[in-house]
């Protein structure tokens, strides 16, 4: 990114507001490229974690496979799922609340003895699985903005405060070589009227 300025002290003026809004800006950006990394491992740690609860949880269920084919799969649905927005170091993020299920009746004297159980037991491994997938999504969002914040870390960084710097060198190398050579002028000048005025 080339940027452009003009050799006059107005355009020097600009480069050195836009230098020091940089210079100032830089270490909020890596503060907050720093915390939104913690945050996607965090979020990453967590959903994983989550991940292995829920195929841990289905294992211990596995005794029951046979059971299964029994139950009827409309008695319960998942509503709604409750959640909230967070931000998080400037991102905005979801967060889950509750999950609500809808259940149908059943005969409690004609179904099996441990529908109720295996209705808990379906609650407990979508609320695992939902939960799952919000930290996955808040992974996702946060890592997102930390690319973009890198970016922009990396911008400021490696492009533009160096280039605004050599921009600043340049103008005032040809701002001072230009007063020299006013001086150089004006004593030229004055040099020849005082011979001048001596002849």
């Known amino acids: 990114m080339a940027i ?15 230098l020091k809004v940089r210079t100032r800006a830089l270490p909020t950006l890596k503060n907050k490229e720093s915390a939104l990394r913690a945050e996607v491992k965090r979020a990453k740690d967590k959903a994983e974690e989550l991940q292995v609860k829920l195929s841990e949880q289905m294992k211990t269920y596995d005794n029951m496979v046979a059971l299964w084919s029994e139950f009827t799969s409309d008695l319960i649905v998942i509503r709604d ?3 909230t927005v967070v931000k ?4 905005r993020i979801p967060i889950m609340g509750e999950v ?10 004609s179904a099996p ?15 695992i699985g939902i939960e799952s997938e919000f930290y996955i999504a808040k992974m996702r969002i946060l890592d ?17 405060i160096p ?14 070589d230009e007063e020299n ?5 004006q004593k030229i000048v004055k040099q020849r009227q005082s011979k001048e005025e001596t002849s």
Do not use: C
């Open 81 to 83: 799922v409750t959640m």
């Open 4 to 18: 452009k300025y003009q050799f006059n002290k107005t355009s020097l003026n600009d480069l050195n507001k836009q």
């Open 181 to 185: 050579l006013s001086k150089a002028a």
């Open 144 to 160: 997102g903005a930390r690319k973009k914040t890198t970016q922009k870390v990396n911008l400021y960084e490696k492009v533009q």
């Open 113 to 127: 003895f441990w529908y109720a159980d295996g209705l808990h037991i379906l609650k407990e491994l979508s609320v």
């Open 88 to 91: 998080v170091a400037g991102v």
């Open 163 to 176: 280039g605004y710097k050599e921009a600043i060198r340049k103008i005032k190398r040809f701002m001072e």
């Open 100 to 109: 609500l299920f809808d259940e149908k009746p059943y005969n409690l004297f």
